[in-house]
């Protein structure tokens, strides 16, 4: 993926989280009741709540929430974004990746000592 189309997610970010969470929300919005949507999972109604409160809360599973997804016909789409409205292309230059054209990032290289996997290779300038 190249930086401008992570620049492109951003904005998607910018929408926010709606009341009451993303499910209850696309479960509204498709007309299904909790006792629909339950049916589907092959779960008590009661269980539903549970998973809209886990993930409007945060503490809802990947695996969950998938699966409450699929079960309403959706796909899950996880993305990051850059806080504060910031751009890729800014977090990349404040971690200091070289941004070779408009589309793509070079990784810097970074020299690092060679690998130590015993004491006995240890030299005094590991040390220092």
Avoid: Y
Wanted: glycine share 6%; proline share 4%.
């Amino acid at each position: 993926m190249t930086i401008n189309e992570l620049d492109h997610t951003r904005r998607l970010a910018r929408a926010g989280v709606p009341e009451g969470g993303w499910l209850r929300a696309v479960r509204k919005a498709l007309g299904l009741s909790m006792a629909q949507l339950a049916r589907r999972l092959s779960l008590t109604p009661a269980a539903i709540p549970c998973f809209e409160k886990a993930e409007a809360s945060g503490a809802i599973s990947l695996r969950s929430l998938r699966r409450v997804a699929e079960a309403m016909d959706c796909e899950l789409v996880v993305r990051l974004v850059p806080r504060g409205g910031r751009s890729f292309r800014d977090l990349a230059r404040k971690e200091g990746a070289v941004i070779v054209s408009d589309s793509t990032i070079q990784e810097e290289k970074v020299l690092e000592e060679p690998a130590v996997h015993s004491w006995s290779q240890v030299t005094e300038s590991h040390l220092l």
